[in-house]
């Protein structure tokens, strides 16, 4: 469970795999980052709204203070979520990235250079701390 747990949901899909809201809820075959990420999540035992929009889903991490500017110190931790400019994703580790991207699928690559693809990296929501903060064991 925990933060292994969400990558270890996220890596079940192959690459390129089209995944798309199992709800219903978001249509949107171009937007289905913070659904996927907010899932894989919830799937893993995190306490997360799952969501639709990457702004929405970084809030959570926000309102309880388990969310780090790049530059603070913070390493990210297997599960995190990583929040760009116009991407979410989950942290895997060893510097890759899990994300359900707008027309590739679901991909797992290397965070290096991912920028000019999904914008500057704004930060990262620890889950870690994110389970602390809503009374549970992390």
Same mark, same amino acid.
């Given at each position: 469970?925990?933060?292994?747990?969400?990558v270890?949901?996220?890596?079940?899909f192959?690459?390129?795999?089209?995944?798309?809201?199992p709800?219903g809820?978001?249509t949107?075959?171009r937007?289905?980052?913070?659904s996927?990420?907010s899932?894989?999540?919830?799937?893993?035992?995190i306490?997360?709204e799952?969501c639709?929009n990457?702004?929405?889903?970084?809030?959570?991490?926000?309102?309880?203070?388990?969310?780090?500017?790049?530059?603070s110190g913070?390493q990210p931790?297997?599960?995190?979520?990583?929040?760009?400019?116009?991407?979410?994703?989950?942290y895997?580790?060893?510097?890759?990235?899990?994300?359900?991207?707008s027309?590739?699928?679901?991909?797992?690559? %290397?965070? %290096?250079?991912?920028?000019?693809?999904?914008? %500057?990296?704004?930060?990262?929501?620890?889950?870690s701390e994110?389970?602390?903060?809503?009374g549970?064991?992390?």
């Amino acid at each position: 469970g925990g933060s292994f747990g969400v990558v270890q949901n996220a890596s079940q899909f192959s690459d390129g795999y089209q995944w798309m809201d199992p709800t219903g809820a978001n249509t949107d075959s171009r937007n289905q980052c913070a659904s996927f990420a907010s899932q894989m999540m919830k799937h893993a035992g995190i306490d997360i709204e799952v969501c639709m929009n990457g702004d929405v889903l970084a809030n959570q991490f926000k309102a309880v203070g388990a969310y780090h500017a790049p530059g603070s110190g913070y390493q990210p931790q297997p599960g995190d979520l990583i929040d760009w400019a116009h991407h979410v994703g989950i942290y895997a580790g060893n510097g890759e990235y899990i994300a359900r991207n707008s027309s590739g699928g679901v991909k797992r690559g %290397s965070m %290096s250079g991912m920028e000019q693809y999904f914008g %500057s990296l704004l930060g990262y929501g620890s889950i870690s701390e994110l389970q602390r903060a809503k009374g549970h064991s992390a």
